[in-house]
């Protein structure tokens, strides 16, 4: 999983802090500053901001106080929930956030030793296929000697602050979180991939066999130390944050903290009837605001379960936003969910292994049909064969393939502000065994993900045995871009570009793999563009 770390911006962080212990002075970073412009992109919004150092704040500072947990995060004045929520259910896996905060003992106060106190942290994020190592100095903005942004239950606790700022030095500015994706946070975080769920599409709230279904596919991915998220869509600007009367809020991502089968009754009655009840555990960032419908904190319902199931369970009645619900409730009320798996991480090594593909590749326009490689989707028949091509190999009867297809994000600079995702998507033919060169001739599709103008495009297929072409393209032809594709099977596919230009000939046989005179491209409808972007939950 970090087999290699990149030093963002080339700061390495032993380097700085010896320079700082040996100079004796407490680090400022020269690439994040604390001036207004770490903060915003064109202006200070909320008034007059004092950076200040942990020890101005508190008497006792401290990275954790009592360990780390969900609890510890509370939202602060930016619309980043959405980061909150990765952050909550990050800290409920701790082989994942010794990852996310390196070091963490070494980084901690050492009251006995106050002269190895540097003011300078780092943490580590993945990045576009590669693991960076983000340094910060520790002067955090405060309002009325109050942290502005995400802070703990416990102001002695600085963890959570200290993580948002070094992700906000990577995005260019604390605003450049104001509204994003969590599946981007979760991918962040682990490095693994994100698959969206859509609980409307799926019809459900009224299909019984469909929910089961999906069930047990949250359990699995919960039970493999998967981070999940959900939220509830909001149609208009109007619907931004409005709590409904069940107390859920709209347009505000959660963290899912727990997923279980309850078993119902009391002593060996509940043994013996084996009757479970499907149960999902979120949290609110806000640290309130909760569910208060069935098997809310103190409904009745919960004297259906014995009181060993419920302290198993770990419920309390308090307003802490985290609370139970039925997995019923959750697909009646929730309109999105999101998934993100690990891919082969050591200690996850009892569980299922994926072989995987890293390609890298651009979208790259150019005049020469043979070298442009930017043709956009399907729609445009006469240059969408002119995008990059990857073949690989399913080598099983049958096998479930992952497929991710993501955009380099164009940095965020104080005077440009926010730069919008391309819409991108692929499509996947199935070819001849022995194709090995470019397709110039439309072949069978057999899969294609929606076109979204969001960071990752997800798609989980069933393939039957064979030779297969993924086309990765923008919505658009003519658009520029870098992008990495990352193909998961269970045996090694032996993805690779398709390079090679063969010159039409003519096939008797019509199976030789080379390029045909006549180009046939089916027309269709890019999927899921229209009505669909990538704006995050506030």
């Known amino acids: 999983m970090f087999t290699s770390v990149k030093a963002f911006e080339g700061q390495q962080y032993s380097t700085l802090k010896r320079q700082c212990l ?11 500053p604390a001036t207004d412009d770490s903060l915003f992109y064109q202006g200070n919004r909320i008034g007059r901001v004092v950076w200040k150092r942990p020890r101005e704040l508190c008497e006792d500072p401290h990275l954790f106080v009592d360990g780390i947990s969900a609890h510890d995060l509370h939202q602060g004045q930016l619309g980043n929930c959405w980061f909150v929520a990765a952050c909550s259910s990050l800290a409920s896996r701790e082989s994942l956030w010794q990852k996310v905060i390196p070091d963490w003992k070494e980084q901690e106060w050492d009251t006995e030793k106050p002269d190895s106190y540097a003011g300078i942290f780092h943490f580590r994020f993945w990045r576009f296929g590669e693991w960076v190592d983000v340094v910060i100095d520790d002067r955090l903005p405060t309002v009325d000697n109050q942290l502005v942004y995400c802070h703990s239950n416990d102001s002695n606790e600085f963890w959570s602050a200290l993580v948002e700022k070094a992700y906000a030095k990577v995005y260019g500015c604390y605003e450049a979180l104001d509204g994003g994706n969590t599946a981007d946070a979760l991918v962040d975080f682990t490095g693994g991939v994100s698959e969206p769920v859509d609980l409307l599409e799926g019809q459900m709230a009224t299909d019984e066999a469909a929910r089961n279904q999906l069930f047990e ?8 130390d998967g981070l999940i998220s959900c939220s509830i869509r909001a149609t208009t600007i109007e619907d931004m944050e409005a709590r409904l009367d069940c107390g859920l809020v709209k347009g505000h991502a959660y963290a899912v903290t727990d997923v279980r089968k309850v078993r119902l009754g009391h002593g060996l009655l509940a043994f013996f009837k084996s009757e ?16 208060s419908g069935p098997w809310s904190d103190s409904s009745e319902e919960w004297n259906k379960v014995s009181k060993s199931e419920r302290e198993k369970l770990g419920v309390t009645v308090q307003d802490d936003g985290e609370f139970w619900m039925t997995f019923d409730d959750f697909c009646q009320y929730f309109t999105d969910l999101i998934l993100c798996r690990l891919i082969n991480t050591s200690y996850l090594s009892i569980h299922k292994t994926w072989e995987e593909e890293v ?5 790259v326009h150019r005049q020469d049909p043979l070298r442009n490689r930017s043709g956009g989707c399907i729609n445009h028949k006469a240059t969408f064969l002119q995008n990059p091509q990857y073949v690989f190999d399913v080598k099983k009867v049958e096998d479930e393939v992952l497929i991710c297809l993501q955009q380099k994000e164009k940095r965020a600079t104080p005077k440009e502000g926010k730069s919008e995702n391309l819409a991108i998507g692929f499509d996947i033919h199935r070819v001849e065994l022995n194709r090995k060169y470019r397709m110039h001739t439309a072949q069978q599709k057999v899969a294609g993900s929606i076109y979204i103008n969001s960071r990752c495009v997800f798609l989980r297929k069933e393939l039957k045995e064979g030779r297969y072409v993924i086309i990765p393209t923008t919505f658009d032809p003519g658009q520029q871009g870098d992008f990495l594709l990352r193909v998961f099977t269970d045996v090694p596919s032996d993805c690779k570009e398709l390079t090679l230009d063969e010159p039409p000939q003519t096939c008797w046989t019509g199976m030789c793999g080379y390029p045909q005179l006549v180009t046939q491209v089916h027309v269709l409808n890019a999927e899921g563009l229209q009505g669909q972007d990538s704006n995050g939950v506030l």
């Open 276 to 291: 479970k009840l499907h149960m999902i555990r979120m949290r609110n960032p806000w640290g309130e605001k909760e569910w």
């Open 22 to 32: 040996q100079s004796g002075l407490l680090f400022e970073d020269p690439r994040f």
């Open 217 to 224: 596919r949250v359990l699995k991915v919960h039970n493999r």
């Open 359 to 363: 390609m890298r590749g651009s979208w």
